[in-house]
T-cell receptor
């Protein structure tokens, strides 16, 4: 599976949009970009995933560059409950294992 | 839908004892379950992958005789930490996926193990 690179930490003001970047320059054609988050002392929570088109759901939007080498997770109106570690993972269909990197620790400030 | 539960949510045990953690898929059949371990301020580390009815596949460096995994049914997998020691204290998380939704993996809430 391709490796991802994320900033170690980010801060965002409550009510503003939080934009979390992820680099995955070695992604291959059949690999998806997945985002999970982990709130302190809980299991990871699925957020969104995409292949090449931008995706949106009730939690977030995922913007994938045309060359697919990077993506951005957008939380449109961040709340204090969005404070968590966000993991960007590249995962191919049929691949057994989901491997977590270090993620981005996002802190939403009041 | 797609809920995964773990039991217990936390456990404290004495050094040298064994501890069993259960992972259940509540509303789907999990053909594959995964066990992760997470130390404070670190990321999740995959320990092993188990398919129903077959032996688990352990990641490099994980002792299979110490971390016994059983996936006897499509809704239950267990992780037994044998002869636990303080260095085994960690947050253990399971996840599950089904062949019907092979591109999704669902995580349990985790079990915090403290070995005294």
């Amino acid at each position: 599976d391709a490796k991802t690179t994320q900033p170690t930490s980010m801060d965002c003001a409550e009510g503003r949009a939080a934009n979390l970047p992820c680099n995955h320059s070695t992604i291959s054609g059949n690999e998806y970009v997945y985002w999970y988050r982990q709130i302190h002392s809980q299991g990871p929570q699925y957020i969104i995933h995409g292949l090449k088109n931008n995706e949106t759901n009730e939690m977030a939007s995922l913007i994938i560059t045309e060359d697919r080498k990077s993506s951005t997770l957008i939380l449109p109106h961040a709340t204090l409950r969005d404070t968590a570690v966000y993991y960007c993972i590249v995962w191919g269909k049929g691949a057994q294992k989901l491997v977590f990197g270090q993620g981005t620790r996002l802190t939403i400030n009041p | 839908g797609a809920v995964v539960s773990q039991h217990p949510s936390w456990v404290i045990c004495k050094s040298g004892t064994s501890v069993k953690i259960e992972c259940r898929s509540l509303d789907f059949q999990a053909t594959t379950m995964f066990w992760y371990r997470q130390f404070p301020k670190q990321s999740l580390m995959l320990m092993a992958t188990s398919n129903e009815g077959s032996k688990a596949t352990y990641e490099q460096g994980v002792e299979k005789d110490k971390f016994l995994i059983n996936h006897a049914s499509l809704t239950l997998s267990t992780l037994t930490v044998t002869s636990a020691h303080p260095e085994d204290s960690s947050f253990y998380i399971c996840s599950a996926k089904t062949s019907g939704r092979a591109d999704e993996q669902f995580f349990g809430p985790g079990t915090r193990l403290t070995v005294l």
